[in-house]
T-cell receptor, first 110, second 113 residues
Framework: GQQVMQIPQYQHVQEGEDFTTYCNSSTTLSNIQWYKQRPGGHPVFLIQLVKSGEVKKQKRLTFQFGEAKKNSSLHITATQTTDVGTYFCAEIQGAQKLVFGQGTRLTINP | ETGVTQTPRHLVMGMTNKKSLKCEQHLGHNAMYWYKQSAKKPLELMFVYNFKEQTENNSVPSRFSPECPNSSHLFLHLHTLQPEDSALYLC????????????FGPGTRLLVL
């Protein structure tokens, strides 16, 4: 199956700064899901994007799916210490095979 | 969150031991999954069960043996593991109709000595 590449691997910001993580694929993605994993925790589903150019917002989080459906991004505005964790993008290939990106680990200086 | 539970939460075993990981979901789902999360690799899908039938084996070595007796329970039997098998093993479940949200359990942190 195709790989989903995610960058950056790590990001450290000051509290209040913005944060963005990107997922890219060389081939068209059928969908993108985003998960958050807190330190010592397990992945928790955030959102799913399916349509070309789709943009969804959850409070300070904005999720985008590229027009060509080959990339996606998660942007957090004005980070808070509760945003700390690793953010993963993932694509469902076939009916149920979830293929994850490498994740972006976000740390925040209060 | 107690929708998906896993036991034990931590496990230390020798390379000659046999142990089993257990997962139980209380969400009425029909699909269950095993994932491996190690420090230097992305989350890797290992097995998928849908309505108790295995539908995906992601080239997992035979020293890992899954069992799904019903839609609510999933086991991962371990024998003659290697130190590189040390990782966090996560169970997940979903409705079973395809392209759905997956709900993860807390994981079992496994150390193979």
């Amino acid at each position: 199956g195709q790989q989903v590449m995610q960058i950056p691997q790590y990001q450290h910001v000051q509290e209040g700064e913005d944060f963005t993580t990107y997922c890219n694929s060389s081939t068209t993605l059928s969908n993108i899901q985003w998960y958050k994993q807190r330190p010592g925790g397990h992945p928790v589903f955030l959102i799913q994007l399916v349509k070309s150019g789709e943009v969804k917002k959850q409070k300070r989080l904005t999720f985008q799916f590229g027009e060509a459906k080959k990339n996606s991004s998660l942007h957090i505005t004005a980070t808070q210490t509760t945003d700390v964790g690793t953010y993963f993008c993932a694509e469902i290939q076939g009916a149920q095979k979830l293929v994850f990106g490498q994740g972006t680990r976000l740390t925040i200086n209060p | 969150e107690t929708g998906v539970t896993q036991t034990p939460r931590h496990l230390v075993m020798g390379m000659t031991n046999k142990k089993s990981l257990k997962c139980e979901q209380h969400l009425g789902h029909n699909a269950m999954y095993w994932y491996k999360q190690s420090a230097k690799k992305p989350l890797e899908l290992m097995f998928v069960y849908n309505f108790k039938e295995q539908t995906e084996n992601n080239s997992v070595p035979s020293r890992f043996s899954p069992e799904c007796p019903n839609s609510s329970h999933l086991f991962l039997h371990l024998h003659t593991l290697q130190p590189e098998d040390s990782a966090l093993y996560l169970c997940a479940s979903s409705g079973g109709r395809g392209k759905e949200t997956q709900y993860f359990g807390p994981g079992t942190r496994l150390l193979v000595l």
